[in-house]
T-cell receptor, first 115, second 111 residues
Framework: NAGVMQNPRHLVRRRGQEARLRCSPM?????VYWYRQLPEEGLKFMVY????????ESGMPKERFSAEFPKEGPSILRIQQVVRGDSAAYFC?????????????FGPGTRLTVL | GQNIDQPTEMTATEGAIVQINCTYQ??????LFWYQQHAGEAPTFLSY??LDGLEEKGRFSSFLSRSKGYSYLLLKELQMKDSASYLC????????????WGLGTSLAVNP
């Protein structure tokens, strides 16, 4: 059973370009979470999605950032018109649909560098 | 509001025991998680507490006191590979499964 997969692992963009980060959850997992981590800082919640639905996007900047988790295919975190401050590691995690513990399993992350 | 506090750094000696504390002030509570994160890698799950008391899992144990808003992670028989950041996270009440994270405690294990 493959773990959470993210691609690309490293992404370099120039200011003003778009960044698209992909996340494939573990098999059987229908809940996906995106977190951002700056160097020497903790994880910051961005968005929580179930298939085709955004459950909580309270951590997403209001502009330039969007996320989706379509019925088929991976979850996508999209950052338009990137700025240097967007440089960070972006982690995706997934959890199964049922159960009380619902630990989140993390992907390896995408390290975004904005030049 | 939500606030989670952990010490920034700790140092311990190989073979020793170390306790990493986490205090939280959150508007509601539905479980506390500990994760381990090595530099440049993804966080990996260590433990989950939702009721008061101690949960033991091999060399690692986690304790929770809901009335005090307090948890600790206990690492026994420290090994060099335990050098990592240890992240405390709280899940808000209800059906929202997102996690709110502390800044993490960077543990250095010395020979």
């Amino acid at each position: 059973n493959a773990g959470v997969m993210q691609n690309p692992r490293h992404l370099v963009r120039r200011r003003g370009q778009e960044a698209r980060l992909r996340c494939s959850p573990m098999k059987g997992h229908s809940h996906v979470y995106w977190y951002r981590q700056l160097p020497e800082e903790g994880l910051k919640f961005m968005v929580y999605l179930q298939k085709e639905n955004i459950i909580d996007e309270s951590g997403m900047p209001k502009e330039r950032f969007s996320a989706e988790f379509p019925k088929e295919g991976p979850s996508i975190l999209r950052i338009q018109q990137v700025v240097r401050g967007d440089s960070a590691a972006y982690f995706c995690a997934s959890s199964p649909p049922a159960g009380s513990q619902n630990e989140q399993f993390f992907g390896p992350g995408t390290r975004l560098t904005v030049l | 509001g939500q606030n989670i506090d952990q010490p920034t750094e700790m140092t311990a000696t190989e073979g020793a025991i170390v306790q990493i504390n986490c205090t939280y002030q959150t508007s509601g509570f539905n479980g506390l998680f500990w994760y381990q994160q090595h530099a440049g890698e993804a966080p990996t799950f260590l433990s989950y507490n939702v009721l008061d008391g101690l949960e033991e899992k091999g060399r690692f144990s986690s304790f929770l006191s809901r009335s005090k808003g307090y948890s600790y992670l206990l690492l026994k028989e420290l090994q060099m590979k335990d050098s990592a950041s240890y992240l405390c996270a709280v899940r808000p009440p209800g059906n929202n499964r997102k996690l709110i994270w502390g800044l993490g405690t960077s543990l250095a294990v010395n020979p």
